[in-house]
C-alpha cells in the first residue's frame, strides 16, 4: 500500500479553510445550461491530511477552553466554598454562585466533546487507513490497468457522436455522459493529472459507456 503522504500535495490550513466555505459544485454555463463542476473540491484521499489537521487543531482549542475553565472553576470554588453554607452571604452573592454553577456546566459540556470528538478522528483515521485509502488503491489500479484514456475516448465518441433516433434511456445516458465530460473538460491541467480526480470519472464514464452500449444493443 502506497504511503500517504505520498497520495496528498500540501496545502495549507487557510486554503482548506476557505475550500471548507465554498465546498459546494460551481456552476458554469455550457450547452445552453448551467452545470455542476469539480473545481477546488475537497478530496477525500488528497485531502485527508490536511482535514485531520483541521480536526486536531479544533480539539486543541477544546482542551485550552477546557483549562481555561478549570483554572476559573478553581478561582471561583476557593472564593465561594468558605461561604457556602452561610446564606446570608449566599444571597448577597448569588449571582456568583450561579456564575460557578455555569462554568461546571460548561466544564461537562466540554469534556464530552474532547471525548466524542477524539473518538471521532480516530475512526477517521482507522477508516482512511484501514477501508478508504485500501480502495482508493484498489480502484486506482483498476482504472490503470483498464485504462483511463480509453474510457475517455468512448465518453468522447458517445457525447460527440451524430446518433438518431435514440431511445429515452439511451439519450438520458448520453446526456449523463456529457455533463460528466464537462465537469472535467473544465478542470485546470494540474488537476486533470491528478488521479483522484480521473478516478472520479473513470468510475462514472464506464458505467455510463457500458450502459449506453448496452441499451444500443
Given at each position: 500500500?502506497?504511503?500517504?503522504?505520498?497520495?496528498?500535495?500540501?496545502?495549507?490550513?487557510?486554503?482548506?479553510?476557505?475550500?471548507?466555505?465554498?465546498?459546494?459544485?460551481?456552476?458554469?454555463?455550457?450547452?445552453?445550461?448551467?452545470?455542476?463542476?469539480?473545481?477546488?473540491?475537497?478530496?477525500?484521499?488528497?485531502?485527508?491530511?490536511?482535514?485531520?489537521?483541521?480536526?486536531?487543531?479544533?480539539?486543541?482549542?477544546?482542551?485550552?477552553?477546557?483549562?481555561?475553565?478549570?483554572?476559573?472553576?478553581?478561582?471561583?470554588?476557593?472564593?465561594?466554598?468558605?461561604?457556602?453554607?452561610?446564606?446570608?452571604?449566599?444571597?448577597?452573592?448569588?449571582?456568583?454562585?450561579?456564575?460557578?454553577?455555569?462554568?461546571?456546566?460548561?466544564?461537562?459540556?466540554?469534556?464530552?466533546?474532547?471525548?466524542?470528538?477524539?473518538?471521532l478522528i480516530n475512526d477517521k483515521l482507522f477508516h482512511?487507513?484501514?477501508?478508504?485509502?485500501?480502495?482508493?488503491?484498489?480502484?486506482?489500479?483498476?482504472?490503470?490497468?483498464?485504462?483511463?484514456?480509453?474510457?475517455?475516448?468512448?465518453?468522447?465518441?458517445?457525447?460527440?457522436?451524430?446518433?438518431?433516433d435514440l431511445d429515452t434511456k439511451c439519450d438520458?445516458?448520453?446526456?449523463?455522459?456529457?455533463?460528466?465530460?464537462?465537469?472535467?473538460?473544465?478542470?485546470?491541467?494540474?488537476?486533470?493529472?491528478?488521479?483522484?480526480?480521473?478516478?472520479?470519472?473513470?468510475?462514472?464514464?464506464?458505467?455510463?459507456?457500458?450502459?449506453?452500449?448496452?441499451?444500443?444493443?
Amino acid at each position: 500500500m502506497g504511503k500517504i503522504k505520498d497520495l496528498m500535495k500540501d496545502q495549507s490550513s487557510n486554503d482548506l479553510a476557505k475550500r471548507f466555505v465554498t465546498n459546494k459544485a460551481s456552476q458554469i454555463v455550457g450547452n445552453g445550461k448551467g452545470k455542476a463542476t469539480m473545481r477546488d473540491r475537497i478530496l477525500p484521499i488528497r485531502d485527508f491530511k490536511k482535514v485531520i489537521e483541521h480536526d486536531k487543531i479544533y480539539l486543541g482549542t477544546l482542551q485550552s477552553l477546557q483549562a481555561n475553565l478549570s483554572l476559573y472553576e478553581r478561582n471561583l470554588s476557593q472564593k465561594l466554598i468558605p461561604i457556602n453554607n452561610d446564606e446570608d452571604k449566599r444571597l448577597k452573592r448569588a449571582k456568583e454562585f450561579v456564575e460557578w454553577d455555569e462554568v461546571k456546566l460548561k466544564l461537562y459540556d466540554i469534556r464530552g466533546k474532547i471525548e466524542s470528538h477524539n473518538t471521532l478522528i480516530n475512526d477517521k483515521l482507522f477508516h482512511f487507513d484501514n477501508i478508504a485509502l485500501v480502495q482508493y488503491e484498489k480502484e486506482l489500479k483498476e482504472m490503470k490497468e483498464e485504462g483511463f484514456e480509453k474510457q475517455y475516448k468512448i465518453s468522447k465518441e458517445i457525447a460527440e457522436g451524430n446518433h438518431k433516433d435514440l431511445d429515452t434511456k439511451c439519450d438520458t445516458i448520453k446526456t449523463e455522459i456529457m455533463e460528466e465530460l464537462h465537469w472535467f473538460d473544465n478542470l485546470d491541467d494540474n488537476n486533470k493529472k491528478d488521479d483522484e480526480y480521473n478516478l472520479f470519472l473513470f468510475k462514472a464514464i464506464r458505467r455510463l459507456n457500458n450502459a449506453f452500449n448496452s441499451s444500443l444493443k
